[in-house]
């Protein structure tokens, strides 16, 4: 599969189900987080309208929630909601309230004075007044408060994908991590087309006669009902177990790509930030994840691999890659690196990162107590010679790696270390060490296989049944195209790795991919 | 027909109202005078109770408006704003209706009565459907008019209501106002800092400052008989216009020289001098002859007769 040669309608057309669906859910989040708010938003706007003293402090408290970045909101409702649509709504929810607050207050408060004073005069009561008058006056206010608030929403929507509550957000992340355009873009079009096209709408609403503004009252709300709807359309058919897969897994060939083809296999899928996902798998609300097989949380939270029985998930053995440049520039460094070669197995590792996710020791820590553990560790000399640029990856894993690397060095030579870690995906990465950004970084040999080199599938299938022939085929082909050394693997094998609760899989009697795939299959 | 008994009004510290007394008769007109800021306006929503009393009493047709439901003592009391304070998301036929809607009259019987009240506001039937944003300010005006007299509240109370327009559509509309048959029998209070347009519409006028009535009484008494100086300065500037305008011809009938040239009656004596003289000025005569229904007399008036007799009068009820 060539993903990079496809043109965004190919892409489009081959994942029209999946797009329906992610579109689907989005309006579906949009609109009933977007209900809800008008059901609290309204009626409070209206209360600090007749009530001014009042408005200080919810107008205040709803600008707070405005200026919380959505990704930090998202991780603190998560104990409270656990994941999936109940903290996604909710979140959404907290985003649309100020403007339809601060407009019906700004709405209701700016009815001219001596509009209002007639009404009263008139003989009108609280309450007339508030229906006959004050609304139907402040409602252009009070809608353009809703236009700002769905467009907010469509826009934050896309971050729902994070916690596995679906939407368009699925194909933008996915392909960001893959650096695959067609993905992100067959994710940003559709969310920007429906920013555009509901901003549209409700602009026309909010422009009508005033005197049909009455008729729109009654309207506008069935038509959000009806659009709130869309969001139980996509999960009418779920499965009996449900796998959570974070956005770089779902694009894979050894991740859901494969999973497809080589297995068969059919299951409820969400998509869920790899920061989530073991522990929402603990909590039951995912059944199957996807994880590597060295990850500290795998130990925490009580999980165990499933057996990759058709050889789908390629050896990940992990060994830093230097630019020919660097070993050029700094003639110690391949030497010091390889001092870590072979020190490190899967258990060793599964522990470093156990220490760090759930002992929650930090990485440097870990690392120096490691080295010091094994003899390597010597104080730092404070070199001046030059300065490496150590890269890393944006998990706990590479941190340590990056931050053995720092000590190594610093100790070993005369040289200076910069570390640039937590750069994101594996495109961003290799990006920075391609472009001279970083001299060094650590990559495993199945991702530099499928991801970075685009192998023809029959060559990938005579592979990946043995670690040293993809090492090989690998630090070969990298030293040709890339100009990119692959140094001594440092031992363990960080593979992509399907997992379950270790109870759940237990009671069910499985223990390979193929099982999962008959037990999903029976009934 | 209301009786308004020591009323004050403190906002804070100001008194904005200062324990004020007056009464206002069945049909009768009050004005209520005065400059910016007197409290006149904040006495005509007490009487509605859009603006509540800190102490005194008012009985409206001998009912302390306390131990009404403020919405339905409004409801009784037809009251005109100084901008109209029309809906602007109202057509014309639905501002009209608005009482009416609230007292739950019929939709045939709204429709009838809002027609008939255009029509005797001259207020073409087209603009039945039409938002008040598309009307002039005279015709908002009217709008506002047949808004408070529709349901026929025997009290009106009406705040500077001919304060936003021009001169001369001001005066029109006025004068189409005050024949209007629909107001002879209400009882009404009236704000307005205009001098010459309270001595108009006026039976009786309360002139107020700070708070506080200084004279309540007719034109004619404020004129002649001011309680103080500020009643005397306060009309210094219109005075002969004033007195002109407020002085009837059955006021000096006796003084006039008492005899008629026979030509035909062209004025009667409830006229005003200012409007004798017009009259006379207007005519090819030197001389117009006005009648006297009450004792059947008729007098050929010239201009100097006219204004000696005034002069005559005007120093016989000041000394």
Known sequence: MNEGQQTLLDFMRQEQGKLAAQTLTHIGLTFISLLIAIAIGLPLGILIARKRKLSGIVLGTAGVFQTIPSIALLGFLIPAFGIGAKPAIFALLLYALLPIIRNTYTGITGVDAAIKEAAYGMGMSYSQVLFKVELPLAMPVILAGIRTATVINVGVATLASLIAAGGLGEFIFGGI???????????????????????????RVQNIDLKKVRIGIKVIPVALFILACFYFVPSAYAGKLVAGFTPEFMGRRDGDLGLRDRYGLKIHTVVISDAVMYKAAYEKHLDVISGYSTDGRLKAFDLVVLNDDKQIFPPYYAAPIVSQEALRKFPDLEKTLNLLAGKIDDSTMTNLNYKVDYLHQSPEKVATDFLIAKGLYKQPRNGNVGTV????????????????????????????????????????????????????????????????????????????TDKNKTYDYVSRQFDNQYHIKWLNPIGFNNTYALMMRKSQAEKLNIKTISDLKRYLESN | MIAVDNLSKHFGQIKAVDGISFNVNEGENLILLG?????????????????????????VNGKHIADTKPEELRRGIGYVLQNTGLFPHYTVAQNIAVVPQLLKWDKQRIETRTREMMDKLNLDHTYFNVFPGDLSGGQQQRVGLARALVADPPVLLMDEPFGALDPVTRANIRREFMELDELKRKT???????????????????????????????????LFKPTNDFVREFLKEQRLLLEFRSIKLSDIWDLLPDKSNGEAVAI?????????????????????????????????????????????????VTA
């Not at chain 2, 007490?46 to 009393?53: A, G, P, Q, Y």
Request: glycine share 8%; hydrophobic share 40%.
């Open chain 1, 177 to 203: 991590s893959l650096n695959n355009t067609n993905m992100i873009l067959a994710g940003a079009i559709p969310a920007a087309m429906l920013a555009i096209l509901f901003d549209f709408l409700l602009s």
């Open chain 1, 389 to 464: 640029r150590i890269g890393s990856k944006i998990f706990v894993e590479q941190y340590i790696l990056a931050s053995m690397y720092t000590t190594l060095i610093k100790g070993c030579t005369d040289y200076d270390v910069s570390t640039k870690t937590g750069l994101g995906g594996t495109q961003i990465c290799f990006g920075a060490l391609k472009n001279n950004e970083i001299d060094v970084y650590p990559e495993y040999t199945g991702t530099g296989l499928l991801v970075m080199l685009s192998v023809k599938p029959r060559i990938i299938d005579s592979l990946v």
């Open chain 2, 35 to 59: 400059t910016s800021g007197c409290g006149k306006t904040t006495t005509l929503k007490m009487i509605n109770r859009l603006i509540e009393s800190t102490s005194g009493k008012i009985t």
């Open chain 2, 188 to 222: 009404m209070v009236m704000v307005t800092h205009d001098v010459l347009e309270a001595f108009e519409l006026g039976d009786r006028i309360c002139l107020m400052d700070n708070g506080k009535i200084i004279q309540t009484g007719t034109p004619a008494e404020l």
């Open chain 2, 268 to 316: 009667n004596c409830n006229c005003s001098v200012w409007e004798t003289l017009e009259a006379i000025n207007e005519s090819k005569e030197s001389a117009i002859t006005a009648a006297n229904p009450l004792n059947g007399e008729a007098k050929t008036i010239t201009f100097t007769q006219l204004l000696s007799t005034f002069h005559q009068y005007q120093n016989s």
